[in-house]
């Protein structure tokens, strides 16, 4: 797909971690962003600076439907189109098999399995009036194999997974091209909550998933990536 300032990427998650330096990465890259965040008067700096031609940023939470629907119009109004959808907010609870905790496992499913099908479907229509559509889908190695105890995050994870890959099939011949993007443990304040027993050092840092997005994006419709695996650390199974 031909880099171009006319190219509108939503980005959902976009105000910290890996969210806001993909945002960062395609603003360079020349794209025009439509940032959904839940705070949207709380953009950092290196975003708020974006000139206003090449910057929307909506109020959206990921556990309210109304709000999908209120980002992906108020994209149409301020461009009239919608080319790529970065699926990139995300939450993780280390439930684990024997925890009693469903209200967590709900909010997962929630943030991490159903809005992105939801903003794909909203989104869907535009894309195959693009013609060369993006949807991006980070998802994590944790949707790909289960290491350790963190059932809850890799459900809802495989489930996103799911997700990523009907929209793969259901998009063909539309031209819409579909990448799952599989990181293990990276840079972020996830990693920092989570994995506190993790060099940060020793993670990939978003740095290296942004330039792995803005590569995918550059990628005509006949070369299409169902999935990128971003190890960190050796992976034996
Ligand atoms: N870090 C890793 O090791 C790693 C590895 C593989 C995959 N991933 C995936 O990468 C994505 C980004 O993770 P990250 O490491 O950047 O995590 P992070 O630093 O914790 O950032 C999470 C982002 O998601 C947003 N978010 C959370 N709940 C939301 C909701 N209900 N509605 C809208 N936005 C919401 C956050 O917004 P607020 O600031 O409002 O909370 C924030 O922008 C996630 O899908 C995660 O599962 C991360």
Same mark, same amino acid.
């Given at each position: ?27 360079e ?78 909010e ?23 013609? #060369? ?9 944790? *949707?790909? /194999? $289960?290491?350790g105890?963190?059932? !809850? %995050?890799?459900?809802s ?6 997700? #990523? ?9 539309? *031209?819409? /091209? $579909?990448?799952?993007?599989?990181? !293990? %443990? ?49 992976e034996?199974?």
């Amino acid at each position: 797909m031909e880099n171009s300032l006319k190219k509108v990427v939503m980005i959902s998650g976009a105000n910290r971690g890996i969210g806001r330096v993909i945002a960062e990465k395609l603003s360079e890259d020349g794209y025009r962003l439509s940032l959904g965040i839940r705070n949207p008067c709380e953009l950092p700096d290196s975003l708020s600076s974006i000139p206003e031609k090449q910057l929307l940023c909506h109020a959206y939470d990921a556990k309210r439907k109304d709000n999908a629907e209120t980002w992906i119009e108020a994209t149409i109004e301020y461009y009239g189109r919608i080319d790529v959808l970065v699926n990139n907010a995300g939450i993780l609870h280390t439930v684990g098999l024997e925890d009693d905790a469903e209200d967590l496992l709900d909010e997962m499913w929630e943030v991490n399995a159903k809005a992105p099908l939801r903003l794909t479907r909203l989104a869907f229509p535009y894309l195959r009036k693009s013609g #060369s559509g993006r949807i991006i889908d980070i998802i994590s190695m944790s *949707g790909k /194999r $289960v290491k350790g105890n963190w059932v !809850g %995050y890799s459900m809802s994870k495989y489930a996103a997974l799911a997700v #990523s890959h009907t929209a793969r099939l259901q998009g063909w011949n539309d *031209g819409i /091209r $579909v990448t799952a993007i599989c990181p !293990g %443990y990276v840079k972020s304040d996830m990693t920092v909550r989570n994995a506190p027993n993790i060099e940060q050092g020793d993670m990939s840092r978003p740095q290296d998933i942004a330039r792995v997005v803005s590569t995918l994006l550059l990628l005509p419709n006949e070369s299409s990536v169902p999935e990128v695996m971003i190890n960190c650390v050796f992976e034996t199974h």
